[in-house]
C-alpha cells in the first residue's frame, strides 16, 4: 500500500510540475507575442544611445524635456500601426502615425515631432523584460 501512495504522488507532483511549465511557457509565448506585435506597428526602431539622441533632432527635443535614463537601455521607432497599438493598450489614445514611442525597461514616452511635445508619459516599460 505505502509504495502505491508513494508512486501515486510523485505522479502528482510530476503532473502539477508539468502543468505549471506548461502555463510559464504559454505566458512567455504571449509575452514575446505582445512585444513583437508592438514593435511591428513601428518604422525605423532603433536602439537609443548618446550618439541616435544626439544625431536624431526628435530625440534630442524629446530629451530637452523629459531626461532620458542613462542607466538603461531604450528603444524608438516612428508609430505606423496606431490602430493596433490602440487596440493593445489605452495608452496610445491620444496618439498619432507619425508620433514618436520611445521605450525604456521602466518608462514609456510617445513624443509628437510637430508640436514638439510629449503626449504621454508613463512609469512604465511597454515591453516585457
Request: charged share 20%; glycine share 4%; hydrophobic share 45%.
Amino acid at each position: 500500500m505505502k509504495t502505491f501512495k508513494i508512486k501515486s504522488l510523485s505522479k502528482l507532483i510530476a503532473i502539477t510540475l508539468l502543468i505549471f511549465l506548461i502555463i510559464f511557457l504559454v505566458h512567455k509565448a504571449s509575452d514575446l507575442l505582445y512585444d513583437q506585435q508592438i514593435l511591428s506597428s513601428l518604422e525605423k526602431t532603433k536602439t537609443i544611445t548618446q550618439d541616435t539622441i544626439n544625431k536624431n533632432q526628435d530625440l534630442s527635443e524629446a530629451n530637452k524635456l523629459f531626461e532620458f535614463p542613462d542607466d538603461q537601455t531604450g528603444t524608438f521607432g516612428i508609430i505606423k500601426d496606431i490602430k493596433l497599438l490602440r487596440n493593445k493598450n489605452p495608452l496610445f489614445a491620444n496618439a498619432q502615425a507619425g508620433d514618436i514611442l520611445i521605450i525604456y525597461n521602466n518608462w514609456t514616452i510617445i513624443y509628437d515631432p510637430g508640436i514638439k511635445t510629449i503626449i504621454s508619459l508613463t512609469k512604465t516599460g511597454l515591453l516585457k523584460p
